[in-house]
């Protein structure tokens, strides 16, 4: 690793309040920088102390509205990108931004260098801000201002991208999109995927894994994760289906599902690799940057059924790895199911396990280091 002595860093990042592909980046980051305090624009004590234990955390002034609002930090929307400006960041030689949305916009001293890691461009200000508006079901005046804010944090979002002296992204996927929507060149270092099969995936996490059962979904429970669909095409199909997960679309989708299909909170990191290895297949039905749950998937001898758009691409090969499907709808995934039925005997675990070697934490650290080097 490059000679960072003397110098003080800080980590950014968007949110600590649920736990994900982006926190387990900012695990291995944090391993890296040890020393290093995490700014946050919001942060759960409770996951908090679960994953990023002794860490110093420092919190926006949004730490200081009420519950209400901290709880439901979707309404603190207008206030994000002036909460992520304010970080007082002035004591950093370097600072590195783990970043979905806000914290790319940091303002740095002129001698400061920032290194901002991009999971993904904002996506409801870009690609889907007419589905998030339809979704939301605003009419009149409430789909103005609606309009009027997106239109502002495409703006914004455009002008924060500029701010870093250089950006790394999760994908290629990730890279075009930052080069079509902020006009910049980013360099691609893949997110440290295997930290859950290099913890558990090599002692006998289960017996369930020498017989597999269930399909199996792991992801946010919100809409534009797109369960539902998949919910829709098991309930057809019939075959036994457990959704891992937590949202505002919960309720929704345990009302619609039938009883061959099982819900579960999210897990603890032993228990999700044992949930890995006893399933036929992951569902992965959502448009993604990157797709974290795939390569972890994978890694357990997984195969995955994909809709065929984004970083997804990258990780999956059809016939080989798993199976895509073409359109987001129950139909469309339910034929891609089928596909796989007939191929299941065929997947080699060894196989699925090897092709995403490539996305292990050693070769995290090690591009992330050589892009370090290129930046300073």
């Not at 589905?131 to 979002?157: C, F, M, N, P, T």
């Not at 796989?340 to 196989?351: N, S």
């Amino acid at each position: 690793m490059i000679d960072l002595k003397g110098k003080k860093i800080a980590l950014v990042h968007d949110f600590l309040i649920q736990y994900g592909g982006a926190e387990r980046v900012l695990e291995t980051l944090c391993e890296m920088f040890p020393d290093a305090p995490i700014y946050t624009l919001l942060a759960d004590q409770r996951m908090v102390q679960e994953h990023f234990p002794g860490r110093d955390i420092r919190q926006s002034s949004l730490a200081r509205f009420p519950r209400f609002f901290r709880n439901r930090y979707r309404l603190l929307l207008p206030f994000l990108p002036s909460a992520a400006e304010a970080l007082d960041l002035r004591e950093f030689d370097i600072v590195i931004s783990s970043s979905g949305a806000w914290s790319k916009g940091i303002v740095t001293r002129l001698d400061t260098y920032h290194i901002a890691y991009i999971h993904s461009p904002m996506r409801y200000a870009w690609d889907y801000h007419k589905q998030y508006i339809h979704e939301l079901a605003l009419r009149g005046k409430r789909k103005l201002v609606a309009r009027l804010l997106l239109s502002y944090l495409r703006i914004w979002d455009r002008e924060a991208a500029l701010r870093p002296d250089c950006l790394l992204a999760n994908s290629k996927y990730t890279a075009k999109r930052i080069e079509k929507y902020y006009r910049r060149d980013a360099t691609v270092v893949y997110p440290a995927a295997l930290r859950l099969f290099e913890k558990f995936g090599r002692k006998d996490v289960s017996k369930s894994a020498k017989k597999r059962e269930y399909f199996l979904v792991v992801s946010r429970l919100t809409r534009s994760k797109k369960v539902d669909i998949v919910v829709e095409a098991f309930n057809k199909i019939g075959l036994p289906l457990v959704v891992v997960g937590a949202g505002p679309e919960r309720t929704a989708l345990l009302k619609r599902a039938a009883k061959n299909i099982q819900f579960v909170d999210f897990q603890s990191d032993e228990h999700l690799a044992e949930l890995y290895a006893g399933a036929r297949a992951l569902l992965f039905p959502s448009e993604e940057d990157f797709g974290m749950t795939a390569v972890e998937a994978l890694s357990f001898g997984v195969p995955v059924i994909a809709f065929e758009y984004g970083g997804i691409k990258e990780i999956v090969t059809p016939g080989e790895t798993g199976e895509f499907f073409q359109a987001q709808t129950p139909e469309i995934l339910a034929e891609g199911v089928r596909r796989f039925l007939v191929k299941e005997g065929q997947y080699d675990e060894e196989r699925l396990r090897t092709s995403v070697s490539a996305f292990s934490t050693k070769s995290f650290q090690e591009s992330f280091e050589t892009a370090l080097q290129q930046c300073l």
